[in-house]
């Protein structure tokens, strides 16, 4: 616990990606179970591989469930989905095959860029917790002291 009031300092840009899915029909194991066992798995393997661009993640277990992680840029991120010899490309083909238009699981995911003085974030007595542990993080001092210097902090 950092018993302070802190914020992110990230050095440029950030990609805030938003993953997750949907379980509609719960007795289709079968749809579901290879879904949900994916992504731990993809996860390790960006933890694994700092080069890839990945920063780092919080998960959700839900219905639905969400998992939201940071990446260095969108063509990091683009790169890595469309990578053969990872898993996220090994995983997607099947789930296209076995699921398809079913309906029985839903998959979603938002992408947002989020510039230099363009986030805006506070932690107050948390461990390390979002883009301030994926990132670097400041005392929220100064003009990181309130939200909107926060958000008119630029390069």
Known sequence: ?????MTAAPDGEVIV??????INRFWKLRKWL????????????LERSPDVGFLGFHPW?????ITLQYWRSFERLEQYAKDAALLHRTAWAPFNH?????GDVGVWHATYRVGP???ECIYNN???FGLARA????RAEGRRESASGRMSLRP
């Open 17 to 22: 990606f938003l993953i997750g899915m949907r």
């Open 126 to 128: 948390m461990p390390l």
């Open 1 to 5: 616990i950092i018993a302070e009031r």
């Open 98 to 102: 076995a699921v398809g238009k079913s």
């Open 34 to 45: 290879p879904v949900a066992f994916a992504m731990p798995r993809m996860l390790r393997e």
């Open 135 to 138: 990132t670097r993080s400041v």
């Open 117 to 119: 003085g363009d986030v």
């Open 61 to 65: 277990i839900g219905n639905p469930t």
